[in-house]
């Protein structure tokens, strides 16, 4: 048995709780709306046509006539395959034979647009078969099949039904043949199947899955001039991406090589999924040291403190260390999520409260800042920091919207979003045969693969107690205590819990019937940066348990520049603010506010009043229009 | 007469002051440096070709082979322009054959450089003279023009000597014919030529110079789409600008329409300085309203605190109101300099302090910025804060550069600055028949059209009693009072005087042996900034007299990110900084530093100590290598 493991899809149920009222939104209307969108069925929203390409690419292959051919980006099959991988993980919870017959509907799309030798990608079967394999560098054909596989794996898991899976299956020995039994050259311009194939194996055992996405790793940057090359011996291209911008793709170096965080956040992450993934499965302690190398990278020099990460909108990409800059960030969505899967493959090399502590930062706040609480609007950006009239107009600031849109022509967030909270169980519990572990604090019903079975109650994270009730069976119990939490206590049946703390997690022995009972910090935090990041000097922030909060115009007099916080100012927490939901907490903040100086500058400092501002949590903004908003603060 | 004018080039002889000072590291380094660089024997330097330009230009007009053709950007030419014109200012305060031979000779290459027609470009004339006049858009010929234009005015003014001038008059009929007489749409891509075509009429009195240059103006933006319209004329480009940007090129609407300053920073202000021209030469009320809204726009709404203008780098270019960041600030020295134009010609349309003003703390701050204190390397980009790590690296602050290079590609802004300073008198004093104006405080000997002579003592930027003594005449005498001045007194031989406060000018009647003495506030002081800037929120700067401190790492145990200057803590002026001249002021500002913090993000405050922190004028900054430097500073 390996370290630990996710658990599977099936072994937690979410009940009331803050998880599973988003698990709830998802499966009401996240789900049917998004494959609305993928009918283009959906009013106001940007075309998708994907169901029309899977479609067509079935009537291409057949011989007859493909419609109205192909649209969208070069991965737009990816959003299909994000949204059956939703649904399969929401009908585990939610079963509902409406959704499970148009996933199979679906199912049965992609399945008739896979050509015979088991190729599947519709942009090339509508639009050009003979271009298949020869631009990796933006093609997306890799990627997109690595997220069908996802939607495969989750699918037979949540249903027992193998249609999808045989054909990624099929898909997969295409690829291998194309890439190890022919041996043709290259890697993923877009990696993302990496972690996909090793799912594949996971759920099916088949070594050629393993080994495929072993050889991706390892052939990755061995020959950074690979995409030139490629580039020279085709003559069209998608977008223009420069072949020679290695870094951009992970491609600089050998991956076990790699020392800093490169290029595109989410190709980044993604990749180190994959890696890490590789390296629990096969006890690489090489590649296992790339990704720590790589991950302290990261989360100690290039994150922000909501957990976003890649800093720049030139490249959507990490930019270089301590570069974090507030109003001009990018922080996708996508980015945030492909760093939670990193974190819990990192969790399944080794049981550390960090990588449990940035899953936890990046879903509370950057993730679920993604959506709007409706589940109808969606950010790719999550800036922290926003002034109407600069964000979205600024040539630096036009990817900052000030709303969120229904929809985006890229549409890689939204059905992300979807898949990562319909299975967010896999993320908060984990299990070897010895020991249940809980790296997210999630209400519900939890049977762990031993037998251990036991609810979880809390209204985290606007609560701070955590209480377990042992079911049934026996055996060990591995609670993260949160890196935020100054204080904690650990109770065992009423009384203090004889825990071994090891590395962020206290471990205890538990047997039916043991209520346990896990009490973290409920204060109000501040937090300051290192000075080493140039754009955080002078400023605060401030959080209460898993929670970045903000504070917005529309509770703060609709200014929210003017406002510095006291340095040792009173930090309360407060009602909710109107307009959010109730359950939905305040932090009340002793602040000073300047008054409104005319013109720019001025020897006469401006007068500043006492005030008591506001914060509401980031992931909770921009819900009630457009507003200013800053999370970093200055410090009066 | 008009309200006042620029004295002439002849009529200020500056004395061994601050001015005088950069004058003559003009004349000894800067010029003599320059042409080597135009001639390409400037070891370390990059290439420039623009003397082989014209060399092969003439070969080409006579039928030779044109030798190794044409090299550099498109506007190539108008560095040699720029040169030409410095020199010829140099010529009046410092006479110097051999340099006066140089010019002579760079005149002898341009006027046979010039096609029978009287058309003038390099570019073109060498590469390919069908394609004249069809791609105002990028092509910059109407650009290259004026630059040699004002050489022709400057050389004339100088040495009385007309070659140039015949040349650049041919010119100008060569344009009149083709835009005016034979009706060709079109205006020039990059304005500059109209300013240039005020200038040859006010030396010349040809008419038709004042008709172009206010065709130039009345034509733009009436058709928005004129370029696009040129662009489909045509099969070639030079470096694919966009047609459709109008408002990159300030063509968005009619100049008189027009509300906010948009686009390329140069081409903006060195447009409005021509409309300036234009609406004082012709009294031209619609005109002036329109270069005083835009006046407002920038002074009011899109100006750093240094007089730096244009503030994203995303096409050199003004954003959006109240969006000044500090690191990635673009600040072209070039623009800055085209702001003094434009505050000098609005001086001559009103005479008004906020003009002065501007045009004072641009020249100290970021003009001066953009050469090194050796006078051999130059900044184009002037940003208010440099992180070594980040500057020059992160995607959206490559052009942050970290130190000085000798040349740029595209070398536009270190002979602007030649030719500014050396020509400094003309901004620093103006004169109408009956008042003498000073408008900086410029120590030396001035000469006014009426008559009225003085000498004027002082040794600002640093000392802050400015002596004027008249030599010869009477009339009206008038002072500039700096805003940035809380106090001041001024004494006529020895008593109060008797002036009248205008528009933050003091008006008073002297007479031959007067003594008048102007007496300005000396205390540094603290800088805040609006709310409405985002960035700048809780930060404060300092500054003393018409400069703009900085804090540069050198003097500052090489960390100014962890400084905080404390709110009433103690301002005091220091001794020159180790390294910089001895002329050099400090400011000495009770500060906290806060210790180093392992990670990115605490709870815990780092500790902060008590320090005395140093700061340097901007302007003298990175003249001791790389280094962090920062204007704005969090306040503790």
């Not at 647009?113 to 509508?126: K, R």
């Not at 572990?437 to 994270?461: Q, W």
């Not at 007068?607 to 410090?635: D, K, S």
Request: proline residues 5%.
């Amino acid at each position: 048995m390996k370290i630990q493991r996710q658990i599977s899809q099936k072994a937690y149920h979410a009940d009331h709780s803050f998880m599973g009222s988003y698990q709830k939104l998802i499966k009401d209307t996240v789900i049917p709306y998004q494959y609305s969108v993928l009918k283009d069925e959906a009013e106001g929203a940007e075309k998708s046509h994907v169901i029309a390409n899977f479609i067509n690419a079935g009537k291409a292959l057949r011989g007859e006539d493909a419609g109205d051919g192909y649209y969208g980006m070069v991965f737009q099959d990816s959003d299909l395959a994000k949204w059956i991988e939703a649904a399969a993980y929401s009908l585990t919870s939610f079963p509902d034979p409406e959704l499970e017959r148009t996933a199979d509907e679906a199912i049965g799309l992609v399945a008739a647009a896979q050509d015979e030798d088991g190729y599947l990608n519709t942009y090339y079967t509508i639009k050009d078969r003979d271009k298949r394999y020869t631009n990796l560098l933006e093609g997306h054909e890799l990627y997109c099949s690595g997220h069908m596989m996802e939607a495969a794996c989750a699918y037979y898991e949540a249903t027992g039904k193998d249609a999808l899976l045989e054909v990624m299956e099929k898909n997969m020995e295409h690829i291998y043949d194309y890439f190890i039994t022919q041996g043709h050259e290259g890697y993923p311009g877009h990696p993302e199947i990496e972690l996909a194939l090793m799912k594949l194996y996971r759920v099916t055992g088949n070594e050629h899955a393993k080994k495929l996405a072993e050889h991706f790793i390892n052939v990755r940057g061995v020959d950074p001039h690979f995409y030139e090359k490629e580039a020279k011996k085709r003559d069209w291209t998608v977008w223009n991406a420069n072949p020679s911008d290695y870094n951009y793709m992970q491609a600089g170096a050998p991956v076990r090589k790699q020392t800093r965080a490169t290029g595109h956040a989410v190709r980044a992450v993604y990749l180190l999924t994959g890696m890490a993934d590789a390296a629990s499965e096969d006890e690489d302690a090489s590649l296992l040291a790339a990704c720590e190398r790589l991950w302290d990278n990261i989360t100690k020099k290039r994150i922000y403190v909501t957990g976003g990460i890649g800093s720049t909108f030139m490249g959507e990409a990490f930019s270089t260390d301590y570069d974090l800059p507030n109003d001009t960030a990018y922080c996708e969505t996508c980015a945030s999520i492909g760093l939670m899967f990193f974190a819990s493959r990192m969790l399944e090399n080794q049981v550390r409260g960090e990588y449990g502590d940035v899953m936890e930062r990046a879903f509370y706040n950057t993730v679920l800042a993604g959506m709007s609480l409706d589940g109808k609007r969606f950010f790719y950006v999550n800036p922290l920091e926003c002034a109407p009239g600069i964000s979205g107009i600024s040539p630096t600031h036009r990817h900052v919207l000030t709303t969120r849109p229904g929809w985006h022509t890229c549409a890689c967030c939204p059905p992300n979003a979807a898949r990562l909270i319909s299975s967010i169980g896999k993320y908060a519990y984990g299990e070897n045969e010895s020991t249940a572990f809980c790296h997210l604090f999630a209400g519900g019903h939890v049977e762990f693969g031993n037998g251990l079975t036991l609810d979880c109650e809390t209204e985290y994270p606007y609560g701070f107690q955590v209480k377990y009730t042992i079911l049934k069976g026996n055996g060990g119990l591995a609670l993260r205590i949160p890196g935020w939490s100054k204080t904690h206590s650990l109770l065992l049946n009423g009384a203090t819990a004889n825990a071994s703390m090891k590395e962020g997690y206290a471990y205890i022995q538990v047997r039916t019937g043991d209520v346990i009972e896990l009490l973290l910090d409920d204060q109000p935090y501040r937090i300051y940066a290192s000075s080493r990041v140039p754009r955080l000097t002078g400023c605060t922030a401030i959080g209460r348990g898993p929670l970045i909060y903000c504070f917005e115009g529309v509770d703060n007099g609709g200014d929210v520049m003017g406002l510095s916080l006291k340095r040792e100012g009173v930090l309360t927490v407060g009602p909710a603010a109107p307009g959010l939901p109730p359950s939905t907490g305040t932090l009340l903040a002793e602040a000073l506010k300047a008054e409104a100086m005319n013109g720019l500058y001025s020897q006469k400092p401006p007068a500043q009043t006492p005030v008591t501002a506001t914060a509401i949590p980031y992931y909770a903004w921009c819900n009630r229009g457009e507003n200013q908003m800053r999370v970093w603060m200055p410090t009066a």
